[in-house]
């Protein structure tokens, strides 16, 4: 099973139809459709992308769940400053795929300073019980950095938690998946 389904699984254990959740980096929209589909017509999903191509190709993924999604072209460090009142405490999921646009941009990718200021939002979004997936990848430019501070981050600051670390290879370069259950 790849990295990516590991994570929607552990997801779908915990998100209900009528659900807010957030799908911090949606790139090609997978998982934001995903998202959509788990929460059903009552629940809401909150996308962030920075490239308008991600939010442009999410746009069509969706297209059948667009009443649902609410899709932001901002930086996932940018999080709480976009949503609703009342949010934090009350989201079930956010999920976070790092690296750059499939298919797009490899210049334009996710840093370490952001993801580490989009996870510290992220963990203040959550509700009890709430559920944070991360996919980092090592394999290319600063992403090896990346993927370091995310465990750090994760280490330190979740610590009231579960946090179950994944990776499918015991290769440097393998994508490493973090899963933190509030």
Same mark, same amino acid.
């Given at each position: ?77 940018? &999080?709480?400053?976009?949503?609703? +009142? *009342?949010?934090?405490?009350?989201? %079930? !999921? $956010?999920?976070?795929? #790092? ?35 991360? &996919?980092?990848?090592?394999?290319? +430019? *600063?992403?090896?950095?990346?993927? %370091? !501070? $995310?465990?750090?981050? #994760? ?28």
């Amino acid at each position: 099973m790849q990295q990516t389904e590991l994570a929607q699984q552990a997801v779908a254990d915990v998100v209900q139809p009528g659900d807010i959740v957030v799908d911090a980096t949606i790139g090609n929209g997978y998982d934001t459709l995903f998202l959509a589909q788990l929460v059903g017509p009552a629940g809401t999903v909150f996308g962030f992308d920075i490239q308008s191509a991600a939010i442009q190709e999410t746009q069509k993924r969706i297209s059948e769940f667009a009443g649902r999604a609410i899709l932001f072209q901002s930086s996932h460090a940018e &999080l709480i400053s976009h949503l609703p +009142r *009342g949010i934090v405490g009350n989201v %079930a !999921a $956010v999920m976070f795929n #790092l690296g750059y646009l499939p298919g797009g941009d490899k210049k334009c990718m996710t840093t370490t300073e952001s993801t580490l200021e989009g996870l510290r939002q992220a963990l203040e979004l959550l509700r009890a019980g709430g559920i944070l997936t991360v &996919l980092a990848y090592p394999g290319h +430019r *600063g992403g090896d950095e990346e993927a %370091a !501070a $995310v465990e750090s981050f #994760l280490d330190q600051n979740a610590p009231h938690g579960t946090l179950v670390k994944q990776t499918v290879a015991d290769k440097p370069a393998a994508p490493r998946l973090f899963i933190y259950r509030q």
